[in-house]
C-alpha cells in the first residue's frame, strides 16, 4: 500500500515564527509533490509543487525534496494567522494513475 | 473562467436511497478526480476518469459506487442504496490534459453528502 505520512498536529507556531511541516512518502518512484491548503469547511487549494530535489521558494512558502530520503517538507516564513489551516501534502504515484494525499497537518498560528 | 463546479453543495439522503453527484471540470480541463474526505481526515482517492474512460477506479469501494465520464455532459458519482457510513464531503478535482506528472488539482466546493 503506497502511503503519504504526515503529522496530524496540531501545530501551534506564535505569529512571525517560522511553521515547518513534513510529510513522507512510500512510493520511490514518485516524481511530483505538491502542498495543499484546506481551511475548515473548504475545499482544498494548491499552494505549492515541486518535481526536483532541492528548495523552491515563493513568496513566504519554501518547499524542500528530498528524493533520497522521500521526504518533503514546508516552510511558511513569517508565519500570520491566516495561515491557520490544515496542510495537506501530495504526490503522484509512479505508476501516474492517481494522486495521493496524507491525512494533512492543522496549522495554527497565534497571535 | 469559472472553475470546477460541483452540485448539489449538500445532499440529504435517506438509507437505501440514490445519491447523484455532479462535478464539471474547468474548461479544457480533460481529468477528473473523486476524493471523499470524512470529518477530520484527509482526502481519500476513489476515482480517476479521462473522458469516457475510468483510468484508476482502485479507491471505489466494490460494490454501489460508480463513476463515469461521458463524452458530453458532467462527470457523475452515483451511489446506490446509501448507508450512514457514506455520509462525508465528496471533492471533485480536475486537471489539464497533458502528463500526468504535471497535473496540478483544482477543486471543486464538495458536495457534503448527509444520509439520515
Known amino acids: 500500500q503506497k502511503e503519504v505520512e504526515q503529522n496530524s498536529g496540531p501545530l501551534s507556531v506564535p505569529e512571525g515564527a517560522i511553521a515547518s511541516l513534513n510529510c513522507t512518502y512510500s512510493?520511490?518512484?514518485?516524481?511530483?509533490f505538491f502542498w495543499y491548503r484546506q481551511y475548515s469547511g473548504k475545499s482544498p487549494e494548491l499552494i505549492m509543487f515541486i518535481y526536483s530535489n532541492g528548495d523552491k521558494e515563493d513568496g513566504r512558502f519554501t518547499a524542500q525534496l528530498n528524493k533520497a530520503s522521500q521526504y518533503v517538507s514546508l516552510l511558511i516564513r513569517d508565519s500570520q494567522p491566516s495561515d491557520s489551516a490544515t496542510y495537506l501534502c501530495a504526490v503522484i504515484e509512479s505508476s501516474a494513475s492517481k494522486i495521493i494525499f496524507g491525512s494533512g497537518t492543522r496549522l495554527s498560528i497565534r497571535p | 473562467n469559472a472553475g470546477v463546479m460541483q452540485n448539489p453543495r449538500h445532499l440529504v439522503r435517506r438509507r437505501g436511497q440514490e445519491a447523484r453527484l455532479r462535478c464539471s471540470p474547468m474548461k479544457g480541463h480533460s481529468h477528473v478526480y473523486w476524493y471523499r474526505q470524512l470529518p477530520e481526515e484527509g482526502l481519500k482517492f476513489m476515482v480517476y476518469l479521462q473522458k469516457e474512460n475510468i483510468i484508476d477506479e482502485s479507491g471505489m469501494p466494490k460494490e454501489r459506487f460508480s463513476a463515469e465520464f461521458p463524452k458530453e455532459g458532467p462527470s457523475i458519482l452515483r451511489i446506490q442504496q446509501v448507508v450512514r457510513g457514506d455520509s462525508a464531503a465528496y471533492f471533485c478535482?480536475?486537471?489539464?490534459?497533458?502528463?500526468?506528472?504535471?497535473?496540478?488539482?483544482?477543486f471543486g466546493s464538495g458536495t457534503q453528502l448527509s444520509v439520515l
Open positions: 512510493d520511490r518512484g514518485s516524481q511530483s
Open positions: 478535482a480536475s486537471s489539464p490534459p497533458g502528463q500526468a506528472t504535471n497535473e496540478k488539482l483544482f
